[in-house]
Each structure stands twice: as structure tokens, then as C-alpha cells.
């Protein structure tokens, strides 16, 4: 099974998404200048679903 954590965090810092704080367990909330809005990125993307709800909670397009 694929996982999609690098990918994404590198299209989000590609849009000028940063990392925030570290969240509860192995999440990481990260912050969208787009959307003006935190979001917790997990550690461990294994569904290309959440990779791509993660991407939409940035403002960004689909990419898996």
C-alpha cells in the first residue's frame, strides 16, 4: 500500500502551506494561506481519498 504522506506535504509547501504545531497522537497541523484555515495532516496517508480531502481542506486541486 502506497503512502501519500510525502507527496502531499511537498505539494502543500509547493503552495505555501507550512507546518504549524504538532498535533495529538502522529498528526501534524499544518496551516493554508489560500484558505486562511489549520488542518491536521497525518503521518501515514494510506487512502489516496484522505490524501486528496487534506489537498481540499488546503484550497488545493485533486491529485490522486
Not at 21 to 49: A, C, M
Request: aromatic fraction near 12%; hydrophobic fraction near 35%; charged fraction near 25%.
Amino acid at each position: 500500500m502506497a503512502d501519500y504522506s510525502p507527496e502531499v506535504k511537498r505539494i502543500l509547501r509547493a503552495n505555501a502551506c507550512y507546518f504549524h504545531r504538532q498535533g495529538k497522537g502522529d498528526h501534524e497541523i499544518w496551516y493554508s494561506p489560500i484558505t486562511n484555515r489549520y488542518f491536521p495532516v497525518d503521518s501515514k496517508i494510506l487512502s489516496r481519498h484522505t490524501a486528496n480531502g487534506i489537498l481540499k481542506q488546503a484550497g488545493l486541486p485533486k491529485e490522486f
